[in-house]
């Protein structure tokens, strides 16, 4: 139900409150921790493709439980780090022999 449609039956519609502060102050630190991870790391710090998108969909859902300004300055700091990352684990790779291989 649309939160500006009213109830058929008269209650007022919930009003949806964000996150609190203890909830917001983990996210904060997780992902901080996250991004120094990524920033100190010389080659992919996870092995298994899975993890990776995990890791990269977590801190990217998380990072809207923060102030919008803050969420989007960490996802800019961590999407560069994850290119720098993802750039290394295929350096060499030839993508084109690789699919005539298959």
Known sequence: MDVR???LFGAAAPVREG???EIVAMVRTRLTATLAL???ADAMPWTD????????NGFRFAK????P???AALWAAFN????RLYAIMNAGKDMDAEATEA
Request: hydrophobic residues 40%; charged residues 40%.
């Open 49 to 56: 493709l899975l993890e990776i998108i995990r890791e990269d």
């Open 69 to 71: 300004e803050e969420g």
């Open 38 to 40: 990524v920033q100190a």
């Open 5 to 7: 449609q009213a109830d």
């Open 19 to 21: 996150p609190g502060d």
């Open 64 to 67: 809207d439980v923060l102030p």
């Open 80 to 83: 560069i780090e994850m290119d």
